[in-house]
Structure formats: C-alpha cells, structure tokens
C-alpha cells in the first residue's frame, strides 16, 4: 500500500540516511521532508534521492504550529517519522532552552497535528541516554519498562519527549511507537560526534580531546541497521509499544580512540585529556529482546567501519 511518509529531521545524519532508506525499499512512497536547517543539516546528504518524484522537503521548525499544520494541511501523512532534534550533549548543557524548544515543544505540535489529521502512526526516535547510565563494572542492561533518569539537559528533554508521547498515546488516543537507540555511527555524521570527530583531528593532526579518564563505555550501531529497525517497529511492531535499538557493540571511549588513531597510522600521543563532562554517564547497555522477536538483527560491525577511515 502506497503511503505519505513525514521524516522530520531528513537532512540531519540519522533523518536522511533513513531518507535514501524508505526510498530505497518502498519507492512507490511519497517521502515529505522537513528540516529547520540548523548547523547539523546537510541538503546534499539526499543527493542521491533529490531527483524522486515522490518527495518533497520543506524548511521550517517543528515548533511552529502554523508551519506545520500547512504541511499537514498539504501533504495529509499517514506515517510520521520524527529525527528532528536538538542531540548533542555539550551544546545542552550550555544551551538547554535549545533543547526544550526542539525536543519538548516541537514533539508537542506534531502530534497535536498527527491528531487534527488523523494519521495511522507517529513513531518518536528516542535515545539509550534516557534511562540514565549502568555502573561500569555491572554486566546488567536497560529494558523499556525501567525507570527514566536522563543525566543532561539533552536526555532530560529527549526523556520529557517519551513521556509527553505516551500521555498522548493514553488520553487521546495518539497511534504511537517509540525506539530508543543506542551511539549510531555511518554517513553523514556531523563532525562534532565521537568518531568523525577523532578521525578529523588525527587526519590533521590536531590534539583528540578525551574527557576524564576515557573509561566510559558506548554501544555503537550503525545508522543503516538502526533504519532498519524502524522499518521492521513500523511494519511489525503494536502500537503503544517502546522498542530498545542496539547492536549490543559495547567499548570504552579510549579504546575506541587507540583503535581510530592505529587505523589512520597516528599516534596516541594525539590523545589530550580534559576535564570530565558534567553528569557523564558511565555505561550505556539495552535489552533488545522485544525488537529482536518483530525479526529484526544487526547486520553490521563496527571494525569493518573503523577500516574505510582509512
């Protein structure tokens, strides 16, 4: 069956990869874009797709309920896809308001609209980073019943966001589905994030900033299988339901960083410890249990990943 397919976000890293996805998989589908543009946005991230008959992208910010009631108005999407957000954790710590605005309130007007409109699902991309953080010598996991206790402004938004939707989902009767995912990785990635970040200083030999101790631990997933899973949570999954993403690719943030520099041929002496972030959570882990019984699996690896830095 033919669909309307609203990507909020699409030409941000995750939004557009899974852009070139739904096309990709369902081309018979109209893709409806909106992106704010901000820094993190990158129109020829869809290059490749610009060309589809089938889409069309509108700048404007989802906070703006007049804006995007006109797309909805114009556009009548049965699916609602929202990447738009504020996510990266320094800038909410010295800008949260920035957060709130994107995170918060711009969920709020979309399915204010989802509801005006009568659309068959609004699926909200969540974060590992709302339950908080796992000490890092415990072998235990998230599941998507625990408690919330997000650490920064950005998780505490991205929290508020889950809660706000399943409100939603319970007093006004809003189709939803939530996922929550680990540290993506892959194309297009901003170079503020870890990876992109490291490979640009060591390519240009500039110092790696390491906060603390590097002890830290992340689960890392690349962005293609985290499209996926959306894939299989919309066509499979029930409504109401939240689903934990990952590919279960636990490793320090320092052994992450040795490995980057050691492919790119540098040396660890690139390495510049800084003071800790603020909150900085220890361990991120996820039971994906309920994800995995829909069929859905990973596909990819982080070390065949690190090697095309090269």
Not at 62 to 73: G, L, T
Not at 177 to 191: A, K, P, T, V
Request: hydrophobic letters at 35%.
């Amino acid at each position: 069956m033919k669909r309307n397919i609203l990507i909020t976000g699409i030409y941000g890293f995750i939004g557009a990869n899974f852009a070139i996805y739904w096309n990709n998989h369902y081309p018979d589908d109209r893709i409806i874009g909106i992106d704010k543009m901000t820094y993190a946005a990158n129109p020829a991230n869809l290059d490749s797709i610009a060309g589809h008959a089938n889409m069309t992208c509108y700048r404007g910010d989802i906070a703006d309920a007049a804006f995007v009631q006109s797309v909805f108005e114009k556009e009548r999407p049965q699916w609602v896809v929202n990447f738009a957000a504020e996510s990266h954790v320094d800038r909410s710590i010295e800008t949260p308001e920035l957060f709130i605005h994107s995170n918060v309130l711009g969920v709020s007007v979309l399915m204010d609209a989802c509801l005006r409109f009568g659309v068959d699902r609004f699926h909200q991309i969540s974060t590992d980073e709302v339950y908080g953080d796992l000490p890092l010598d415990s072998t235990c996991a998230f599941e998507e019943e625990d408690a919330l206790h997000p650490s920064s402004p950005y998780a505490a938004s991205k929290a508020s966001a889950d809660l706000l939707v399943q409100a939603y989902g319970r007093t006004y009767g809003l189709p939803f589905s939530i996922s929550r995912c680990s540290n993506n990785y892959g194309r297009f990635q901003h170079r503020e994030k870890l990876i992109p970040k490291v490979a640009d200083c060591a390519h240009h030999g500039f110092p790696v900033p390491m906060y603390g101790n590097g002890k830290n631990r992340r689960d890392w997933i690349h962005v293609e299988d985290h499209c996926m899973a959306i894939d299989y949570i919309l066509h499979k999954g029930k409504e109401t339901q939240i689903y934990n993403v990952s590919a279960h690719e636990e490793i320090d943030n320092l052994t992450l960083i040795h490995k980057i520099l050691a492919i790119l041929g540098k040396s660890d002496d690139l390495i510049t410890f800084v003071n800790d972030r603020p909150g900085h959570d220890r361990r991120y882990a996820m039971n994906t249990t309920r994800l995995e019984q829909l069929g859905w699996k990973a596909t990819r690896n982080l070390d065949d990943f690190l090697n095309t830095l090269k």
